[in-house]
């Protein structure tokens, strides 16, 4: 079974950092470009950024740059978000997703063209004031 699972969410406060790790099975992990997402209450999903097969680089929209970092571990088919210095605005359902086409989780195609193949159920960030 094709599977990403996100883990690490919870209730923080404000300033306060967090890691969350989404592992994968099912398919070569390794192989797949893998995205963050957000989706916060009443709005639409935010992208985060994305980070290509072997790791090596990382793509983020200038809004994601510097307090959201992401990686991965392909040994332990797993990837992460790291996020520093949190916000009440970052409260949100936080995904990963994973796609073999880079082009579906580039931070200049639109939501509307992303035919992702393998999505996260999400984890709840919750950042308090």
């Known amino acids: 079974q094709v599977r990403l699972v996100e883990s690490g969410g919870g209730l923080v406060q404000a300033g306060d950092s967090l890691r969350l790790s989404c592992v994968a099975s099912g398919f070569a992990f390794s192989n797949y470009a893998m995205g963050w997402f957000r989706q916060a209450p009443g709005k639409e999903r935010e992208f985060i950024g994305t980070i290509i097969r072997g790791g090596g680089s990382t793509y983020q929209p200038d809004s994601m740059k510097g307090r959201f970092i992401i990686s991965r571990d392909n040994a332990k088919n797993t990837g992460y978000l790291q996020m520093n210095r949190l916000k009440p605005e970052d409260t949100a359902v936080y995904y990963c997703?994973?796609?073999?086409?880079?082009?579906?989780?580039?931070?200049?195609?639109?939501?509307?063209?992303?035919?992702?193949?393998?999505w996260g159920q999400g984890t709840l960030v919750t950042v308090s004031s």
């Open positions: 997703a994973a796609d073999p086409k880079l082009h579906n989780l580039a931070v200049f195609t639109t939501d509307k063209d992303r035919d992702v193949e393998v």
